[in-house]
């Protein structure tokens, strides 16, 4: 592990003091203020089946707990694939959260990728929140312990058909500023996913199925990669899955 | 209901104590054919009215008592006579000036002589808005 | 002459028994059946709503409160004047209550009216612990009535405080269920145009906001004295009786507009205190107000009591009959109003809006934020004869959403229609002033004053013997009931000695709204926005009033220091 990623991982202990000092305040803040909340979730917890019979598990959650001033965020993302009975992608985030402005969050932390490859670990740090005209954005800037950078962006917009039947628009794209072969990245852009999904809100904000499709490209060296491992290049998905919140 | 009369016709005098918001006494007992002169004190620190009719007069009488309130002619504990005095455009004015009624800032006394009619339902009221429903009325019972 | 000497013993002692009253309340786990649900929540003597507690003008109450929870809790008498370690505000007035311990609360009564009781601890309020409190007054009041009842309303939701807290703060709209939808969009296009629609979603989307953003928590079931719209409390009268009743709005969130189809109420008390006598059709009860009405009613028939609301999302209903099990038509709720850029116009004169931004949009809020103008407001319903256009409510931004409008096209009651019907104080000048902005993002759902939450606030000093002029200036979207503890509010209405008392101030989206206190109670006091996750969310102050009655206090020098809160 390289000396930044190390500093990456001290940061919860930097933090946490504040945390502490903000719970040592007196008995009438405990009794009338809202203090440290947290959340579980699962924003994608779905089944994906593509137009070429591949067949796929996607779970993408998210935990976290801490105050208005300071949050801590563990992220989830995985890909099981049927076929391969394998974990194509396991990763991992732990990110301190802090707000920046009115929408929007800086987090920085570390990522840990363990799929059935070779792993890697990342220092993270990115902005999350609330875009004009109600468009929600994630974007991070990740830097590999084998010295490689690269960027992802997701954005999502959602569309009230009604206030319980609500389609979401979804746009993540990767580009890596450096190629690392091992693991499939090519320099450049790596893919584009898009998604449409009809989701209905069944209990409370808590549990919503939806069905919806699913368009992922992979581009470039990327491309090359994935198609001399004997993959696809181009997918589309039929999924089903559910959004959960507790 | 009966008639404005002179206080020489009366033989008898009821003083009728006004106060925020209720009269007393808060029922009155007349004869069929009594004259009447009613000595009527504000003692409270409101406008009041003492006004003799049955409930119905009552209740059209506040509509143009609401007006009054509404136009800044009654304004709580006094009232602004330049506006009551003011033409409201197609010759009325919002004066207040029946013969059965008297319209009191606090700390004034008016009187009003009535020659009675027969037994009728009367009700003594003050019709400043909110008043009479808040309980400032009274029965005028006949013996 | 032994006799006479007993005589008077026993007088004295009648009259003690009289001026002195002791209460007992437990506070216990209850079951709380709405019609739509059965919730496990806290109630007082196990029953949630609690006892109505009935005390007397120059009583000397004595309540012990026996804490049956497993976790710490507190009494807060909403509305009192009392010594401040009796208020019942934790780590304020005192630690709280323990559980299995028993406090004993002794405080003299010194004013008459309706009011209630609630825990200060967490969100036991909204998880069920409130009641009642009528006090009977010691001379005769200016109204008189033949029978009352108490009407408390509440928003009984099926999630607990601390679930719909944590869920307002990982999404603040979770429970808006009101957004607009597409649907909405193309029937608005129809109405005003494609493109008209499409700038307006653009312009409320800019800013990231919500026109829908009206009641932060809905899902609620409305009840009024504990029971739900199916289960109807019924209130029974005689045919020519003329009824009080005491609107008590007890919910965490919820402001209501209430009426009786078929009666006009006469307004005769506004949050305990005797108000100058006000004919409406209709009313909005903002949270942890009370209103007093009177209802004459001539005829053998029932009447709903029906309270939408402000968003439209739920209602509370009852029944005035004259036999049990009579019940009257219940309406339809009203369409959901939506804010408008008039609501807006608060947070944009201080938000972060650049010039381009703001072009183009109707200012028309903005004059409420320059102050009102007070000498119109005497004559504030001036054009009401005319019948034609009801004039705008002053404490409304100017083309707002919220402005109150009553179903039958009659009178709404206004604060502006509020004068004091025999003033506590004389009327003087204040010697400062103290400006309070509510300030909030609704996206992260906080809230706080002057941007400052509570946590990291300093409390706002006050001297004994002063007359602090607030003024409160709404910045955020939402409404909001600000209730000071210990003292009065004066609400200023323009009227000078005239202006009514109240505990809670409501302040709507984009409004400056003043009141004026008599700082005329030592201690330390709670001061907060009285919807609780608005205040659990850090829109909450310690006010701590130095000096006393005893105290040689210079007011002029804390005058001149000026007013930062």
Redesign the interface.
């Known amino acids: 592990m390289k000396s930044w990623s190390r500093g990456v991982l001290l940061l919860p202990l930097i933090v946490a003091p504040v945390l502490s000092a903000?719970a040592d305040?007196?008995?009438?803040?405990?009794?009338?203020?809202?203090g440290a909340?947290?959340?579980i979730?699962a924003e994608k917890f779905e089944y994906r089946y593509s137009d070429t019979g591949e067949e796929l598990a996607v779970v993408e959650g998210d935990a976290f707990y801490g105050s208005?001033e300071l949050k801590f965020r563990w992220l989830f993302e995985g890909e099981w694939e049927e076929t391969h009975d394998a974990w194509e992608t396991v990763e991992n985030q732990f990110v301190a959260q802090v707000?920046v402005d009115?929408?929007w969050d800086a987090k920085g932390g570390i990522r840990i990728d363990t799929p059935k490859g070779p792993d890697r670990v990342y220092g993270v740090l990115g902005l999350t929140g609330?875009a004009?005209?109600?468009f929600e954005i994630d974007t991070n800037l990740y830097l590999s312990d084998e010295g490689d950078a690269s960027v992802d962006f997701e954005a999502e917009y959602e569309?009230?058909?009604?206030?319980?039947w609500i389609v979401s628009a979804t746009f993540e794209t990767m580009v890596a500023l450096s190629e690392d072969r091992e693991i499939g990245v090519g320099k450049g852009l790596n893919y584009t996913e898009m998604g449409l999904r009809l989701s209905y809100d069944l209990i409370?904000?808590a549990f919503s199925p939806y069905v919806g499709v699913v368009h992922e490209r992979k581009f470039g060296d990327t491309a090359d990669f994935a198609e001399g491992d004997g993959g696809s290049t181009e997918d589309w998905f039929a999924v089903i899955g559910a959004r959960i919140?507790f | 209901m009966g008639e404005a009369a002179k206080a020489s016709e009366s033989a008898r005098t009821i003083t009728v104590e006004m106060h925020d918001n209720y009269y007393e006494p808060e029922s009155i007992t007349v004869k069929p054919g009594e004259t009447v002169r009613f000595v009527i004190e504000n003692k409270g620190a409101l406008v009041h009215e003492f006004n003799l009719g049955t409930a119905q007069m009552h209740e059209t009488h506040q509509r143009s008592m609401q007006m009054m309130v509404d136009h800044g002619v009654i304004r709580g504990d006094h009232i602004d006579h330049r506006m009551m005095e003011m033409d409201m455009g197609d010759g009325h004015s919002m004066k207040h000036d029946a013969p059965n009624a008297v319209l009191m800032e606090p700390g004034e006394t008016k009187e009003i002589v009535w020659r009675f009619g027969g037994a009728t339902d009367l009700e003594f009221a003050c019709n400043v808005p909110g008043h009479y429903q808040a309980g400032m009325y009274g029965d005028i019972e006949f013996e | 002459m032994k006799r006479s000497i007993l005589t008077a013993l026993l007088a004295g002692f009648a009259s003690l028994a009289v001026n002195a009253g002791e209460y007992n309340i437990s506070v216990d786990r209850v079951q709380i059946d709405t019609g739509d649900f059965v919730k496990e929540g806290i109630g007082y003597n196990g029953a949630s709503p609690g006892p109505i507690l009935r005390f007397r003008e120059g009583e000397e109450v004595t309540i012990n409160v026996t804490n049956n929870l497993d976790e710490m809790t507190s009494i807060h008498w909403h509305g009192l004047i009392l010594p401040f370690e009796q208020d019942g505000v934790p780590g304020i007035s005192f630690p709280g209550i323990r559980p299995g311990e028993t406090f004993t609360y002794q405080f003299p009564i010194v004013q008459a009216g309706t009011y209630w009781f609630h825990s200060h601890s967490g969100f036991q309020e909204p998880n069920g612990a409130y009641g009642a409190i009528v006090i009977e007054p010691e001379g005769r009041e200016p109204f008189r009535y033949d029978r009352e009842y108490v009407v408390q309303l509440t928003d009984k939701h099926p999630h607990s405080g601390d679930r719909i807290m944590r869920n307002l703060k990982t999404s603040a709209d979770y429970y808006n269920r009101q957004q607009q939808t597409v649907g909405d969009f193309f029937s608005e296009s129809a109405r005003n145009g494609f493109v008209a629609t499409l700038r307006d979603r653009m312009m409320w989307g800019e800013m990231r906001m919500m026109k829908a953003d009206i009641e932060d928590v809905q899902g609620f079931t409305g009840l009024i004295n504990g029971k739900g719209p199916e289960q109807n409390w019924t209130g029974l009268f005689e045919p020519g009786e003329r009824i009080r009743l005491r609107f008590i709005n007890s919910s965490a969130m919820t402001y209501f507009d209430i009426r009786i189809p078929g009666l006009t109420m006469t307004v005769v008390q506004a949050d305990g205190n005797n108000v100058q006598p006000v004919n409406v059709d209709e009313f909005r009860l903002g949270v942890a107000e009370t209103y007093d009405v009177i209802v004459h009613i001539r005829d053998e028939e029932a009447y709903t009591i029906f309270a939408e609301s402000m968003g439209r999302s739920g209602f509370a209903r009852g029944t005035l009959a004259p036999k049990e099990g009579m019940t009257a038509d219940v309406p339809e709720l009203r369409e959901p109003p939506l804010l408008t850029m008039a609501d807006m116009a608060g947070h944009m004169d201080h938000g972060d809006m650049n010039d381009d931004d703001m072009a183009g949009m109707d200012h028309g809020g903005a004059a409420m934020g320059s102050g009102m103008d007070h000498s119109a407001m005497g004559h504030g319903n001036m054009d009401q004869g005319s019948g034609s256009s009801l004039p705008q409510d002053p404490f409304y931004a100017q083309g707002s959403g919220l402005t109150p409008v009553a179903s039958n096209g009659g009178r709404f009651l206004s604060y502006a229609d509020l004068r004091a019907q025999n003033p506590l104080y004389e009327y003087r000048e204040p010697t400062r002033e103290i400006e309070l902005r509510l300030t909030g993002n609704m996206e992260r759902y906080e809230w706080s004053i002057n941007g400052i939450k509570y946590e990291d606030a300093d409390p706002i000093v006050l001297q004994y013997g002063e007359r602090v002029r607030f003024k409160f200036v709404n910045e955020t979207m939402m409404t909001h009931p600000m209730h000071l503890h210990g003292m009065w509010s004066i609400l200023d209405v323009g009227e000078g000695k005239w202006n009514p008392l109240k505990h809670v101030i409501s302040v709507a989206p984009a409004t400056t709204v003043y009141m004026e206190t008599e700082v005329d109670a030592p201690g330390e006091w709670a001061f907060h926005c009285h919807l609780s996750y608005h205040a659990a969310a850090g829109m909450f102050r310690k006010i701590v009033v130095e000096g006393g009655p005893d105290d040689q206090v210079d007011v002029s020098a804390v005058a001149r220091e000026g007013g930062d809160a």
Do not use: C, E
């Open positions: 903000h305040k007196d008995r009438a803040v405990d009794a009338h203020s809202a909340q947290w959340g979730g208005d707000p009115d929408f609330l004009p005209y109600w569309l009230l058909i009604t206030n319980y409370d904000r919140a």
